[in-house]
């Protein structure tokens, strides 16, 4: 069974600084897909950037980006430029690509001190 | 316009009752869900629709049934509710197909007194 795997329960960023959130996944698929939502205290599921396997560049969008490294099975995502508007629990997922189901990492919690 | 939609967004119910959370689906998507996040924010698939057709049914309890009339609707019936039931339950939906990125709706916040 595939497993995701956030080590960081939370952290601490200055604003205007960058953040880096760790996720490590286990699976014996080839081809799949991984994905960073975010969870601001709305409660809203946001998606905030996506990765193919297949793919070796790494997904950017924006302030955000991730570094994919799929032998080492690793899915960091940067945040550059923090906001308070950032401030928010942050969940790694993985989806097999023949399948629907996401599996997620328990989530890391984000502070953005002003 | 609201992509994904949950009713209530909030419930409050005593054990032993049974209620029913909705959602729709305005994106034109084939597939929709029912994730559950506990008290520890971890979220994990219940079920998942594709055109009325229930393709994923992780061990969830009997007590819960979803239904899904039409593929733009999939509603989550629990019979029997208990303590544990307490959690947000987030409405999911997607294409399906290799690209289908899945899109939540707000959630709804159940609390079983």
């Known amino acids: 069974a595939q497993t995701v795997t956030q080590s960081q329960p939370e952290m601490s960023v200055q604003e205007a600084e960058t953040v880096t959130l760790s996720c490590t996944y286990d699976?014996?698929?080839?081809?799949?897909?991984l994905f960073w939502y975010k969870q601001p205290p709305s409660r809203q599921m946001i998606l905030v950037i996506r990765?193919?396997?297949?793919?070796?560049q790494n997904a950017t969008e924006n302030r955000f980006s991730v570094n994919f490294q799929k032998a080492a099975k690793s899915f960091s995502l940067k945040i550059s430029d923090s906001q308070l508007g950032d401030a928010a629990m942050y969940f790694c997922a993985y989806r097999k690509a023949a399948g629907n189901k996401l599996t997620f990492g328990g989530g890391t919690r984000v502070l953005v001190k002003p | 316009d609201t992509a994904v939609s949950q009713t209530p967004k909030y419930l409050v119910t005593q054990m032993g009752n049974d209620k029913s959370i909705k959602c729709e689906q305005n994106?034109?998507?084939?597939?929709m869900y029912w994730y559950k996040q506990d008290s520890k924010k971890f979220l994990k698939i219940m079920f998942s629709?594709?055109?009325?057709?229930?393709?994923i049914n992780e061990t969830v309890p009997n007590r819960f049934s979803p239904k899904s009339p039409d593929k733009a609707h999939l509603n989550l019936h629990i019979n029997s509710l208990e303590l544990g039931d307490s959690a947000v339950y987030f409405c999911a939906s997607s294409r399906r197909g290799a690209t289908d990125t899945q899109y939540f709706g707000p959630g709804t916040r159940l609390t079983v007194l």
């Open positions: 629709y594709n055109n009325k057709e229930l393709i």
């Open positions: 994106l034109g998507h084939d597939t």
């Open positions: 990765q193919e396997a297949y793919k070796q």
């Open positions: 699976t014996s698929e080839s081809d799949y897909y």
